[in-house]
C-alpha cells in the first residue's frame, strides 16, 4: 500500500514562525512564536489539495520526497523537508511526523512553480 501526494512549492523555513509579543511576567519580557500567515496558508492549501478526512496512518513509515524546485537557486533539501512534513502532518495524513523511519529526499529537474511529490509507505 502505497500514497502519492502532489503538492506545491512549499515556502521558505525561515518564514514557518513569526515572534508574538506577550504580557511580562516577573522575569521581564515574555515573548512566544506562532505559525506565520505565509505558513497558515500553506497548511490549509494542503489540506484543501489532499483532502481532509481520511484516517490517519498508523505505524512507521517510509517517505520519498522528490523535490522539483522552481529555480536553479541554491538550497537545503532538508529545509524542504521540515515544511512539508510539517505540511502533512498538520493536513492529518500521519498523527505525528515521529512514525517515519524512513526518509529520501531527491531533487529532480527544475520545473516552472515548482512542486513535491511525496510518497508514504508503511514499513
Do not use: C
Amino acid at each position: 500500500m502505497e500514497f502519492t501526494y502532489q503538492l506545491p512549492w512549499p515556502p521558505s523555513v525561515n518564514s514557518l514562525y513569526k515572534r508574538v509579543s506577550g504580557k511580562r511576567g516577573k522575569s521581564g519580557k515574555r515573548s512566544s512564536v506562532a505559525l506565520s500567515d505565509v505558513a497558515a496558508a500553506y497548511y490549509q492549501e494542503i489540506q484543501w489539495t489532499i483532502g481532509k478526512g481520511q484516517p490517519a496512518l498508523s505505524g512507521r513509515l517510509r517517505v520519498r520526497l522528490d523535490v522539483f524546485p522552481p529555480n536553479y537557486a541554491r538550497r537545503d533539501l532538508d529545509n524542504l523537508a521540515k515544511v512539508t512534513l510539517d505540511s502533512l502532518t498538520h493536513a492529518g495524513i500521519w498523527k505525528d511526523d515521529e512514525q517515519i523511519d524512513h526518509l529520501t529526499i531527491v531533487r529532480k529537474q527544475v520545473e516552472p512553480n515548482g512542486r513535491v511529490q511525496v510518497t508514504v509507505s508503511p514499513i
